[in-house]
């Protein structure tokens, strides 16, 4: 049986978080516009994403999807991640623990500060509640 991701996902990969790489780590769907071949491997190719089992997956390609749109000049191809799965699970610990290393690391304006997200993130007791915390409010 091939494990397939469950939706939405965490991106797990990102290692100096700042505030543009913070607004991309839930993966909603897998599916994205058309984007040039070296965006994605900039981007997207080789990012780690953990399910909300605990499911590890990478991004190892994309394939196009709904190929006719290539034919219709105003319409941006669609194509799917190819995920794979890593043969590993993480814990909500490690989760948990990855989270509070990333908001610890923001850097924010003078009298502000991210208790807020620290708080909602003290309040979750399974990657499902993670993701779902900070899928609503980043």
């Not at 997200?117 to 979750?124: A, F, I, S």
Request: with cysteine; charged share 30%; glycine share 6%.
């Amino acid at each position: 049986m091939k494990i397939q991701p469950e939706f939405p996902l965490l991106d797990i990969s990102v290692k100096d978080w700042n505030s543009e790489e913070v607004l991309g780590l839930i993966e909603y769907s897998g599916i994205m516009p058309g984007v040039s071949q070296k965006v994605f491997d900039d981007h997207h190719l080789n990012r780690v994403l953990v399910d909300g089992n605990g499911y590890v997956f990478k991004i190892t390609g994309k394939e196009l999807i709904a190929a006719w749109r290539k034919f219709v000049p105003f319409f941006v191809p669609i194509y799917r991640y190819v995920f794979e799965y890593q043969n590993k699970q993480i814990s909500f610990d490690e989760v948990k623990e990855y989270m509070f290393n990333g908001l610890n690391s923001l850097d924010y304006k003078e009298g502000d500060d991210n208790t807020d997200l620290k708080d909602r993130l003290n309040q979750c007791h399974t990657i499902r509640d993670v993701i779902k915390q900070y899928s609503i409010r980043w």
